[in-house]
């Protein structure tokens, strides 16, 4: 069976986000994950994941300013301070409160630099860091974002993640975010990108398309999708990234088949 995370960016969003642990705990999650817990602090949280007994098992580094375009410092020539400083502090957030991983998020392209050159300092600023996360003891995740909804963010696909990867040469602290709402936006032929990709992959999340609502609103097959990730032996955790098109809990039904015992 599968183990399945509540993402309490995308859900319970009628609640605080200290109330949407226990609302997930109650609803049966042992784990959650999150974009931007920064407001929060981190003891609090801790102290909250353990008096529910759910632990998080992902959040994002700080995205910058989203109100000024920013979505990920990383592939900013010019804001390598800033990113370095992101960094440290989504790794220091993350080992207060025992996560495990961090989805470092590579930003847009921005206005004046070529791609290639956003490329190139994406890379050396992945490289950075992964030599943070490993003084905290953490994983860096890179995750590929859709074209059509984010068309101007730098990592659109699963191979330019995994040709990062390879040539990093860092296996114990940099794997792939694996989405497959993202996957269906961008490329199709899920089931194959996933085998493709799953080797390198460190963390799982879903949503359905149309929509980005829960499974089994929309086009994609997860009966399908799941058996075969059981099939390849996948173990990690699938979050559940995605907007519920009614109520958190109305729509949780898919989940039962899958969820582990």
């Given amino acids: 069976m599968s183990k399945f995370s509540a993402n309490i960016s995308t859900m319970f969003q009628d609640l605080t986000i200290l109330d949407r642990i226990e609302a997930a705990s109650k609803a049966g999650f042992q784990a959650v994950e999150l974009w931007f817990p920064y407001e929060i602090d981190a003891a609090e949280f801790k102290r909250s994941l353990d008096q529910h007994n759910v632990v998080c098992v992902g959040i994002n580094s700080p995205a910058g300013n989203p109100a000024n375009g920013d979505w990920g410092l990383a592939a900013e020539p010019l804001r390598r301070a800033d990113f370095e400083q992101s960094v440290q502090q989504a790794m220091a957030y993350a080992k207060a409160i025992a996560c495990p991983k961090v989805h470092v998020m590579a930003g847009i392209v921005p206005e004046g630099h070529s791609r290639v050159e956003a490329w190139d ?3 050396q600023n992945i490289a950075v860091a992964c030599q943070i996360a490993r003084d905290y003891g953490r994983v860096v995740l890179v995750e590929p974002l859709n074209s059509v909804d984010r068309p101007a963010y730098l990592l659109h696909r699963q191979r330019q993640a995994i040709e990062l990867i390879k040539s ?11 989405d497959v709402y993202h996957v269906q936006r961008e490329q199709g032929n899920i089931v194959e990108c996933l085998l493709e990709t799953l080797p390198y992959a460190g963390h799982i999340q879903i949503a359905d398309v149309p929509g980005r609502h829960e499974p089994g609103t929309g086009e994609i097959n997860f ?7 059981r099939r390849a032996g996948y173990d990690g ?3 559940c990234e995605y907007f519920p098109a009614k109520s958190t809990l109305d729509g949780l039904g898919w989940i039962e088949p899958w969820s582990v015992a």
């Fill in 168 to 178: 990093l040469n860092e296996p114990d602290n940099l794997a792939i975010m694996l």
């Fill in 223 to 229: 009966s399908f999708v799941f058996s075969e990730l």
């Fill in 237 to 239: 955790w699938i979050g």
């Fill in 121 to 123: 300092t994406y890379r």
